[in-house]
């Protein structure tokens, strides 16, 4: 059981807009930044979005973040086939003194 | 640009003790400003947070895994480590390291990661 809270799967055909949840508490979402991570099939996670809304470089202004007290999305527009890939969040908890991730949501581009 | 790399055995026998070492290029691991991280993922399950060393050797570990972890650092071979003992099967899954940038959760560089299986 993760502490934070992801639905399993997400789904949307190229060119829609998706976007995906995180629901976690006082002690983490809302006191905390939060980040999101993308992993390929076969690879290791990436840094999507680091805190609450900021893309690395070389990401895609197709994707962007937002957090609103203790919730936060993932939303995906103008999607692509290569985006079929699993999204997790992540976010430091002051209750445990450590990050902590969300299940992840496998994302299928139909 | 900073690169990961984990190695150590493949398998590792139940109620032993599991050891992996991550080496860093294009960094180093004497910085000041990051944590150098351990997370692993269980066969097709999420991610789960091990712990931190900063490169003074001070240490932050899960506080699930807390009574079987220690990491420490070498500096002098820019490399850091992992050692979980009396392992089970529960404990089979890809290791990553990863540098960690703020002191939270911003994992700004992963490796690769190695698969380790825990059985007899």
């Known amino acids: 059981q993760s502490v934070l809270t992801q639905p399993p799967s997400a789904s949307g055909t190229p060119g829609q807009r998706v976007t995906i949840s995180c629901s976690g508490s006082?002690?983490?979402?809302?006191?905390?930044?939060l980040y999101w991570y993308q992993q390929l099939p076969g690879t290791a996670p990436k840094l999507l979005i680091y805190?609450?809304?900021q893309r690395p470089s070389g990401v895609p202004d197709r994707f962007s973040g937002s957090k609103s007290g203790t919730s936060a999305s993932l939303a995906i527009s103008g999607l692509r086939s290569e985006d079929e890939a699993d999204y997790y969040c992540a976010a430091w908890d002051d209750s445990l003194s450590g990050p902590v991730f969300g299940g992840g949501t496998k994302l299928t581009v139909l | 640009q900073v690169q990961l790399q984990e190695s150590g055995p493949g398998l590792v026998k139940p109620s032993e003790t599991l050891s992996l070492t991550c080496t860093v290029f294009?960094?180093?691991?004497?910085?000041?400003?990051?944590?150098w991280s351990w997370i692993r993922q269980p066969p097709v399950k999420g991610l789960e947070w091990i712990g931190y060393i900063y490169y003074s050797g001070s240490t932050r570990y899960s506080p699930s895994l807390k009574s079987r972890v220690t990491m420490s650092v070498d500096t002098s071979k820019n490399q850091f480590s992992l050692k979980l003992n009396s392992v089970t099967a529960a404990d089979t899954a890809i290791y990553y390291c990863a540098r960690e940038s703020s002191g939270g959760a911003d994992f700004d560089y992963w490796g690769q990661g190695t698969l380790v299986t825990v059985s007899s």
């Open positions: 006082s002690s983490n979402i809302r006191s905390n930044y």
């Open positions: 294009g960094g180093s691991v004497n910085s000041g400003s990051y944590y």
């Open positions: 805190r609450n809304n």
